[in-house]
């Protein structure tokens, strides 16, 4: 695909999608969730981490509603089931982990394509909005389902209902993001959190994607059942002997992906 709303790049075990229309704040477009949903199933392709960015200054300001015309006819239902349930499910379902580095402002569905993500990096001028219901809407692009497993009930229905702005800074003492970054060290910070993951044991990750995510919906003895299963499998893998190995001979692992 020739991409025109996004750049993608891919180097040293990283992919790189980076929403590219600065001048209307990285609003999603159908043009542009299409894109990122092919990008992001090629990098988990040809990567072993893909990081979802902005440029300018904001990540993504959410559903662009530039054209008044086509928003006010717009079937909502539709445009979620077939354009944004497809990008959102290419980025958790992603065998790769998944970041966020968010260098700005994310609203509305920015900020819960965000949250989609396996882990969300911000910068600390950053901030996120539930904005929805002050245009009359809910959250949506998986802000229900993300938010109160992230903030709990208390926080996430205050952040839908009042729709206020919450700083990188709250985000990040409220267990919404993983950390909340100084603006000037914060493309270096994501950049070696992705290539630490870029250099580790893929498999692993993998199977801690499948585990975490589908721990909400398991009771104990389902969920250590899945666990065994699933660390079988690590066992097996030429990353786990060689994780032993470095252990006992006291190195850094170099691990293959497999």
Request: net charge negative; proline share 4%; charged share 25%.
């Amino acid at each position: 695909m020739h991409y025109e709303t996004i750049d993608y790049d891919c180097s040293e075990g990283i992919a790189t999608v980076t929403l590219s229309r600065p001048d209307v704040m990285n609003a999603l477009s159908t043009q542009m969730r299409a894109e990122i949903t092919h990008a992001v199933q090629q990098g988990g392709r040809d990567a072993r981490v893909v990081v979802l960015t902005g440029a300018g200054r904001a990540f993504c300001s959410g559903q662009d509603l530039g054209d008044r015309e086509t928003v006010a006819n717009i079937d909502l239902e539709r445009v979620l089931r077939d354009e944004y349930v497809p990008m959102l499910n290419a980025i958790v379902d992603c065998p790769r982990p998944t970041i966020a580095a968010v260098n700005g402002a994310a609203a509305g569905a920015g900020a819960n394509l965000a949250l989609c993500c396996d882990v969300v990096i911000a910068t600390e001028s950053a901030f996120f909005s539930q904005a929805f219901s002050r245009i009359g809407l809910i959250p949506d692009a998986g802000g229900t389902w993300a938010l109160p497993r992230q903030m709990g009930l208390a926080k996430a229905m205050g952040a839908a209902l009042f729709a206020d702005r919450i700083s990188a800074k709250q985000a990040d003492q409220w267990g919404m993001i993983w950390e909340a970054v100084p603006d000037a060290d914060f493309e270096t910070r994501w950049k070696a959190r992705a290539a630490h993951l870029a250099t580790g044991p893929s498999e692993a990750y993998q199977r801690i994607k499948q585990a975490m995510r589908g721990a909400f919906e398991q009771d104990l003895e389902s969920q250590l059942a899945l666990e065994a299963q699933l660390q079988g499998q690590c066992g097996q893998t030429r990353d786990f002997k060689e994780g032993v190995v470095a252990f006992m001979e006291k190195r850094p692992p170099k691990f293959e992906g497999r």
